[in-house]
């Protein structure tokens, strides 16, 4: 940036402070979405750092991957849950893809992501996304595929059924409900091994619904990763 754009910003940041979408404090012009200290505090599960963690767990008996992740805790009134907020309600897509990014700069130091063909972010309806203008998964999955080094691949997985509120339902109705609600487009036989990412993990049937239809088309190596997971 030069002077004269840095003098722009500064000036223009007097009536129109960005503003750090967890704490809502004013950002620092080096700061961007997210201010240092909401990044440095944010509760982190280190779930790949552990074997059968909690989130893996959830899939037991359910189907079949290679290990599950997410990176944040997510809790009613705190920073994760207004940083979702932001990013789902808020037209910040922006602040997807620096989540995907922090997020496969954490995994990358301690793990190996080797030998995956693909990024699939988890679909919305298409009358879901056209409304919101993006989906927040795919945004998430483009930061994540930047710093993980693995292509994006948002055409393969389509939801076909808009699900109605899954909120006051339970484990075995929202599976029922979600059924059949993804179908595998265009199959590219030389997809093997993939990453699935949801911004959100609650109790794994979104993803579950995923999964099958995956393995339907051949595709059974598969790794979950969530932004958020609400225990
Ligand atoms: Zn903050």
């Known amino acids: 940036m030069n002077l004269f754009n840095t003098y722009l910003s500064d000036f223009c940041s007097l009536f129109f ?13 080096q700061e961007e979405l997210l201010c240092t200290k909401c990044i440095y505090n944010l ?7 552990q074997e059968n963690n909690q989130l893996e767990k959830i899939f037991w008996g ?39 990014e922090l997020y496969g700069k954490h995994l990358i130091k301690h793990t190996e992501f080797k ?8 679909p919305l309806y298409r009358t879901k996304e056209k ?6 998964s795919e945004k ?24 109605d509120s899954q909120v006051h339902k339970n484990r075995i109705s929202r599976y029922e409900n979600l059924k059949h609600s993804f179908i595998v487009k265009n199959n590219q036989p030389n997809l093997k091994k ?3 990412i949801d911004d959100t993990i609650t ?16 595709i059974h190596e598969i790794t979950v990763l969530g932004i958020a997971y609400a225990t």
């Open 203 to 218: 109790t794994g049937s979104t993803l579950e619904a995923c999964i099958e239809a995956l393995n339907h088309n051949g």
């Open 115 to 122: 030998d995956y063909d693909a990024i699939i972010p988890v």
């Open 194 to 196: 993939v990453i699935l």
């Open 17 to 29: 402070p960005a503003l750090c979408c967890g704490c809502k404090t004013t950002l620092l012009r």
């Open 131 to 136: 409304k919101r203008g993006y989906n927040q």
């Open 140 to 163: 998430i999955a483009l930061g994540l595929g930047q710093s993980l080094d693995i292509p994006v691949n948002n055409s393969l997985l389509v939801r076909v059924k808009s699900t």
């Open 62 to 100: 359910r189907v079949n991957i290679l290990g599950a992740s997410a990176f944040l805790y997510f809790k009613q009134g705190g920073t994760v849950q207004r940083i979702m907020h932001q990013l789902k309600y808020n037209n910040r897509p922006d602040l997807g893809f620096l989540l995907g």
């Open 43 to 49: 509760p982190y599960t280190n779930h790949n750092l």
